[in-house]
């Protein structure tokens, strides 16, 4: 059964840095390097959004909102998701998500349906 554990989390000054981890249990075969995986966020109140999608050759996708300022990868020999966050403001405040679609060949479609394994989450706190 796979299992995705984040890591990373806590809390930041505006302006300030921090990096993500998500470690990948279960895969077998290499399914990890043939997955779509991405990142997510819900804030209080708020939808759950995407923030982050990365594909298995590691392409990349990303929200308006963190554009230019985060940046997501993949170790696939380690089985291991990334996302590092810079320049954070008060409004990235929320638990972060990492998400695993089933490994396949089919191209990543970046929308939250496709992923169907979630991590526990992991809060991010960016203060002004």
């Known amino acids: 059964q796979v299992q995705l554990v984040e890591s990373g989390g806590g809390s930041v000054q505006a302006g300030g840095s921090l990096r993500l981890s998500c470690k990948a249990y279960g895969y077998t075969y290499s399914g990890f390097s043939r997955t779509c995986l991405g990142w997510f966020r819900q804030a209080p109140g708020k939808e759950r959004e995407g923030v982050a999608h990365?594909?298995?050759?590691?392409?990349?996708a990303y929200g308006d909102s963190v554009k230019g300022r985060f940046t997501a990868s993949r170790d696939n020999a380690g089985n291991t998701l990334y996302l590092q966050m810079n320049s954070l403001k008060p409004e990235d405040t929320a638990v972060y998500y990492c998400?695993?679609?089933?490994?396949?060949?089919?191209?990543?479609?970046?929308?939250?349906?496709?992923?169907?394994?979630w991590g526990q989450g992991t809060q991010v706190t960016v203060s002004s």
């Open positions: 990365i594909t298995s050759d590691g392409k990349t």
């Open positions: 998400a695993a679609a089933s490994p396949g060949p089919l191209p990543c479609l970046y929308v939250r349906d496709e992923y169907n394994r």
